[in-house]
């Protein structure tokens, strides 16, 4: 009797398994609109494999990353990212990387997400002050100051920002957790999307002046001094 117990718990568990199992893999895209007639097909969850017998070693390596990306812009930061995109190999394996340069005093990877992955980040030079903002409800502000060989993780789909606060350049590096991590960076799909948001909504939403969602919308960002929280 015991010995049917055992059979019966064993297959409800294998059962259980094979359910907890049969999920949908993560999209690498925005969205992916089912089609009946494949001929009109175009994006897939990824990219198209070549045929494994055809693949060099060009198809699963970059060079460049020794190079400093050129900061010489409004957020004072340049990000290279290392994906699908520059490395055809990384097709179906889930990871990429990217390296992030700041200026010196106040260079920034301004508030972004990344909804496709989860970012562990490590300083080569510099400080760093990072930090995330938890879900609704509670939106707690995680933060910490980084040193050269200090490592922060940023969790998949959280609001996350880096700030140099140093008076020297800084390097970091982060690996993510997809071949296409995908990036949202707040303030530019939000004040400078395409087309642009209804002024009211953005006036409701975050208290604004009216005119603050038709301002600085080049650079990607808005002034903190025209909210009027």
Aim: net charge neutral; charged share 10%.
């Amino acid at each position: 009797m015991k010995g049917v117990h055992f059979l019966v718990s064993f297959l409800f568990l294998a059962l259980a398994s094979s359910f907890a199992s049969a999920s949908d893999p993560s999209p690498l895209q925005d969205f992916c609109v089912a089609l009946n007639d494949t001929k009109n097909a175009v994006f897939i969850n990824g990219k198209f494999c070549n045929d494994p017998k055809l693949a060099k070693a060009e198809d699963f390596f970059f060079s460049g990353l020794n190079m400093p990306g050129n900061t010489s812009n409004q957020l004072g930061s340049k990000v290279t990212p290392v994906n699908v995109e520059q490395i055809p190999g990384l097709n179906t394996l889930g990871i990429s990387l990217a390296r992030i340069d700041f200026a010196p005093y106040g260079g920034l990877n301004p508030p972004h997400t990344h909804p496709r992955a989860t970012e562990i980040l490590v300083v080569l030079e510099g400080t760093l002050y990072v930090g995330f903002v938890t879900s609704n409800p509670d939106n707690r502000l995680i933060t910490k100051v980084l040193y050269p060989g200090d490592v922060f993780v940023f969790p998949v789909g959280l609001i996350h920002f880096q700030f140099n606060i140093g008076n020297t350049n800084a390097i970091a590096f982060a690996g993510l957790s997809s071949q296409n991590p995908g990036v949202i960076t707040i303030a530019k799909a939000v004040f400078g999307s395409n087309p642009p948001i209804n002024p009211d909504v953005l006036t409701k939403a975050f208290q604004l002046d009216k005119n603050v969602s038709a301002m600085d919308v080049s650079v990607g960002c808005c002034s903190p001094f025209n909210i009027m929280f």
